[in-house]
């Protein structure tokens, strides 16, 4: 037996499934992990939440996040019953970093309810917003190392 290593995966569902199909889907996941001899770390049920975009023309689906450790192999036996599933919207598995923590849609709710009026939170002070730029592209030159390569967004180029 390899050794196992700890994932994080994280699936939507259909907002119109009931409580008992909701718990049958991740006993389900629970029991592709186990089979294939993992073990679960956590099983944390955020709900029904809005999507950050259209799928299937649904606005809102079913969120759970299941913290396991398992062999690798037992990754492509999710996947296939990801895919197989039709209640199943989206799926995303990773590898795990870090320590178990609170589950964050609870800790940002938390957070904007215990948030003072000068925008501290929990007696902490203000961050300023830190500001996001687009990072310098690097310069590119020709094949012959001589001249500095066309833009793509000059109107001129022609690859």
Avoid: C
Wanted: aromatic letters at 6%.
């Amino acid at each position: 037996m390899g050794s196992l290593r700890e994932y994080e995966t994280v699936f939507i569902l259909h907002p119109n499934l009931d409580e008992t199909r909701v718990e049958e889907e991740i006993e389900g996941v629970r029991q592709v992990i186990l089979g294939a001899s993992g073990e679960i770390v956590q099983v944390d049920r955020w709900g029904r939440r809005k999507l950050a975009y259209e799928i299937r023309k649904l606005n809102e689906g079913i969120y759970t996040l299941l913290r396991f450790r398992a062999e690798a192999g037992v990754l492509q036996d999710l996947e296939r019953r990801y895919r197989l599933r039709e209640d199943v919207l989206r799926h995303l598995t990773v590898v795990a970093q870090g320590p178990i923590v609170e589950s964050a849609p609870r800790r940002i709710e938390a957070a904007v309810a215990t948030e003072g009026a000068e925008g501290a939170v929990d007696g902490e002070s203000p961050q300023p917003e830190a500001s996001v730029t687009a990072p310098a592209m690097p310069e590119t030159t020709s094949s012959s190392g001589d001249a500095p390569a066309e833009s793509a967004g000059d109107p001129e180029f022609h690859p």
